[in-house]
């Protein structure tokens, strides 16, 4: 075994939060109650700074839609995923978050023929975009696949390829190797989910093309039992991710967790 590089672990960069779904998803474990969603419940997210474990951020990412029909979001929900961001901007410039920092973004359902679930322009103004496929295409056909990744990967506001392998059976190591391809051609990185792991073989492609990670343990709060808040649980799950990719020979610079909130909002901003 050769030895570990010493780091320290910055953040989480895939959480949801209670107040992150507005309809029914996995397969109903969450209500659908557009109430709970309304920006107001973003101030419970100040608890999040009573985090004694040690870390600088956390991004809280919202599915835009439901993950299981994947569709253009309306202006209702346009309008609070900017009142969230606006919220958010306000309560960090106010100093309510002290030398903690909440990125505020959205996890995208990858959509047929890259079609994306939020307009650019909404995009644009958030902190982080994540982009992943959920069970509700249920595709088989590699082609089709490998057609939305590719195509909802050349996205320019797209920052993080989420659990890539999850849902996804039929393709081949070289199908893999195009896809992190374009991701790292793209500068997107591809997520380490702890949730949704991924085994040594496809650390080392990631290795082997050079793309950049992002790990996250896309906690669910309703589901998870979780607070918002960030826990000790979520601290050991990277930890032990980050370990896994130096095991593998990825280098700590190509983690994003790794970052200081100033790099890496300079890296989003690429
Ligand atoms: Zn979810
Ligand atoms: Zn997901
Ligand atoms: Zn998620």
Redesign the pocket.
Known sequence: MNSSPTYRLRGDLHV?SHHTECST??AGEIRGDPVSCGPQSLFDMVEMTKNDIGMEYVAIVQ?PTN?VSPHTIDARRAKELLENQQRMDDLQSEGKLKDFHVLIGVEMSIMPNGKLEVPDYILSQLDIVIIARHGGLNEKDPQVIMRDFRSSLESSRVHILSHPTRYVFPLTLDNWREVLTVAKKNNIAVEYNTSWQYDENFIDLIGEVGAMVSLGTDI?PDVDGETGKLTARQHSQLTLGVNRLFSRGIKPGNILNLMSYSDLRSWLAR
Do not use: D, I, L, M
């Open positions: 949801h998803h996995h599915h993950p669910h």
